[in-house]
């Protein structure tokens, strides 16, 4: 796989589907009456803020879009992209809000386990996007120059190189926890 920006970003979406399955997975166990430690659930949406949002979707917007969209053939997917990823924010912050009202002591195992389950579909259906859109840019848009001067960027800043390994290793630690199993 050759240093290019899109490898990047989809190299993201590996690990970003292990997380989508542990999502999902978390919120069958939760509907099942499954006991999942509040220490896990919080690390998931850690990951979803510090890697989907934060690292991943900056990526996207920040440089990524804004680079294919100066060829205007793709405008209107990038557009669809952002509303996505606000959606997904949105689900993320109602997860973080009942996840802390459950932990209060308030019975909200059922909005927990409904947002996440609604956030692993998001992802499934944004990834399965987003991969089809990469492809296109690929063989269409971006020159090898502009995919390896991406790829630098998004490799020279080493705190979020180091934030991603972190990231990975949460994602491990939660497919090795026993309901993650089940």
């Known amino acids: 796989n050759v240093m290019s920006a899109t490898n990047q970003l989809r190299a993201d979406h590996d690990q970003i589907r292990r997380l ?8 069958d166990e939760l509907y099942k009456g ?13 990951v979803i803020s510090e890697f989907v949002d934060t690292i991943h979707h900056s990526r996207e917007e920040d440089s ?3 680079c294919v969209a100066s060829y205007d053939t793709l405008k209107d997917q990038i557009r669809k992209f952002l509303i996505e990823h606000e959606f997904g924010r949105n689900i993320a912050r109602q997860i973080s809000h009942h996840l802390k009202r459950w932990e ?7 909005p927990v386990s409904r947002y996440l389950r609604t956030y692993g579909i998001f992802l499934f259906d944004h990834l399965n996007k987003e991969n ?4 296109d840019v690929e063989d269409e848009i971006l020159s090898k120059e502009e995919e390896i001067e991406m790829y630098e960027q ?5 705190a979020i ?9 949460d994602i491990d630690y939660l497919e090795n926890q026993p309901w993650a199993k089940n």
């Open 154 to 158: 998004y490799k020279s800043v080493f």
């Open 64 to 66: 990524y879009f804004p």
């Open 34 to 46: 499954t006991k999942i430690p509040f220490s896990d659930l919080r690390k998931i949406t850690i």
């Open 132 to 135: 089809k859109f990469f492809d």
């Open 104 to 110: 209060n002591g308030e019975d909200a195992q059922e």
């Open 161 to 169: 190189v180091k934030k991603v390994e972190d990231m990975i290793k």
């Open 20 to 27: 989508e399955k542990i999502v999902l997975k978390c919120a």
